[in-house]
């Protein structure tokens, strides 16, 4: 009995941030700066970069409600989109994404796992998709929470392209 409660107590206090916003939509969120990020990869020549931006519930900047994160490969040029969603959100209806009000695809994307940081979505980058973020004012997401109510945050993306340049493969 006493697992079961400790268990309950640690849901309430992981989906408290998005029950918050559910509740009320003028939550302020706090943008954290563009972390980019560097290091060689295994192979000869190989390098692996990321470029980070997270969004806070707090003006410490310690408590994570979204990550964005592009990782760069120079051996593959691919270039990889993940979303670290906040725990709380309607699993099966993943995540719509979009750009400055206009979503990409009606279908959410669906979730790759979750852990107790947050569920993870990824995707290989797309010329059209990288194009969005680079000329787009936000990043668009909406998610459901566990009552089916419609979430909407705004991801803004200024800086991003200059940030970019520096972890982009040539």
Known sequence: MMKINRLLIVIIIILSPLNSMAENENLELYEGKWIEQCKDGQKENEKNCALE?????DKEMKK????????TNSLTKEVRFILISPLGTLIQSGVKIGFDGNLINQNGFGFNICQQYGCITTLKMTENILNNFKKAKNLNLEYLDA????????FDLKGFT?????IAVN
């Open 147 to 154: 009552q089916g109510r419609k979430i909407n945050i705004n």
């Open 53 to 57: 931006r997270s969004l806070f519930v």
């Open 162 to 166: 200059e940030q970019y340049k520096k």
């Open 64 to 71: 994570k409600l979204i990550t964005i994160v592009m990782q």
